[in-house]
């Protein structure tokens, strides 16, 4: 009897280890504790100083009678506004799309010229620039409306669709990472005495195809090969020697090419026509009458402008407008309250009696927040004040460029 009892408890021993054990499966979920989420939030709130938001001070615009539309305006073609993103690159935003206003004016052909090609052979020039001047010359993200040019004469341009500058996925253009590591490693260089050109050159190309991309050598565009250089010439056919640029201060002679003293003009240009201020204003409002549209360039932190008003104005409690002088403006540009530290593109305007509101293209983030997106405007009074210098086709000032000749 008790072997029979012990082959049964063998035997249903076997027969249940010998059925099939369920197997179980796994996934990858993220990982969530939601109450260790709540009591680090607390922590934080708690031991976290309140932050003091400074107010800005600026003009009440509430009854002004103010520019409410693009459409009260004359206006030139020009491609639809871009944001810049989080970057210092107006400079290459507003000349670029100048030039393809440019294009369109002299060809009538549209194209879409990209930004980030410009700026990174710009970023590779100042590296270049840095090495020759063991570390002495500028280092920042911003630049001048002639530097456009200049990179373009060296290395072309490309469309936007051929190299947007952006990584894959990237809905803004972000250069935070791209500048931190460009001015680190030059920094470094400068520490160490690293003066070997070809080695700053070429790290510097490795970070910035990183975050830009590596720029083409060649390119299809509509069916057609193209480098860099023969898209300028052959498809936009543009002679970038026709382009000048204009300056009135007081500081430099009048009627002398002179050099723009600020930061971002890092390579020390001396070809600014210097004129005085009635003359700088005129070419201004003549040539966007006659169809020329131009590159401004400025100060835009000012208590009269607005981007939600999308206005920028001289209010009388700075400066009435009869005092606005070559004199107050250059009071402003010797105590550094008038900086130059935006570029934009002025593609129209508008005159109701006697008085000029110009239409400006901007890519600064603050042109996005009204209702006419990537668009300011502003008055005379504050491109009289405020507005450093003018880039521009030199068909548009002959007679002002003659008197330079004699």
């Known amino acids: ?42 922590t934080q709130d708690y031991w976290k100083k309140p932050e003091k938001k400074k107010m800005r001070f600026i003009v009440d615009f509430e009854g002004m009678q103010l520019p409410k539309s693009k459409e009260e305006f004359k206006y030139f073609w020009h491609n639809e506004p871009i944001p810049q993103g989080a970057t210092g690159t107006c400079w290459s935003f507003a000349t670029t799309s100048f030039l393809e206003s440019e294009i369109y004016r002299l060809t009538g052909e549209k194209v879409k010229i990209s930004e980030m090609h410009t700026v990174y052979w710009e970023y590779i020039e100042k590296a270049r620039y840095f090495v020759k001047t063991r570390g002495e010359s500028f280092l920042g993200e911003g630049s001048e409306p002639n530097a456009v040019i200049r990179i373009w004469k060296t290395y072309g341009c490309v469309p936007y669709e051929v190299f947007p500058g952006k990584l894959e996925g990237q809905k803004h253009f972000d250069h935070s990472k791209l500048f931190s590591e460009f001015k680190k490693f030059l920094d470094y260089v400068k520490e160490k005495s690293l003066w070997n050109e070809d080695f700053v050159i070429s790290t510097v190309k490795s970070i910035l195809n990183l975050y830009i991309g590596e720029p083409p050598q060649k390119f299809v565009y509509q069916n057609n090969t193209y480098t860099p250089k023969s898209f300028i010439k052959e498809r936009l056919k543009l002679n970038l020697d026709d382009y000048v640029d204009f300056l009135s201060l007081m500081e430099k002679p009048y009627w002398q090419q002179v050099e723009f ?78 900086q130059d530290d935006h570029g934009v593109h002025l593609v129209g305007y508008k005159e109701t009696n006697g008085v000029f509101w110009f239409l400006i293209k901007d890519s600064g983030s603050g042109s996005f927040n009204g209702p006419n997106k990537g668009y300011y405007f502003y008055h005379e009074d504050y491109l009289k004040l405020k507005m450093l210098i003018v880039t521009i086709h030199k068909d548009a000032v002959k007679e002002i460029l003659a008197k330079f000749k004699k």
């Open 1 to 42: 009897m008790v072997k029979v009892l012990l082959f049964l408890v063998l035997f249903s021993s076997i027969s249940v280890f010998s059925q099939e054990q369920p197997r179980h499966k796994g996934k990858f979920i993220e990982p969530k504790n939601e109450f260790w989420e709540e009591i680090h939030k607390s």
């Open 261 to 338: 003293d600020v930061p971002d003009n890092w390579w020390n240009d001396s070809s600014y026509y210097n004129v005085p201020l009635d003359v700088f204003m005129d070419i201004i409002k003549s040539s966007i009458k006659k169809g020329f549209t131009f590159v401004i360039g400025g100060d835009v932190t000012e208590p009269g402008i607005e981007s939600h008003y999308e206005v920028a104005i001289v209010p009388s409690f700075d400066i009435p407008s009869a005092f606005i002088d070559e004199y107050s403006r250059q009071f402003r540009f010797s105590n550094n309250t008038t």
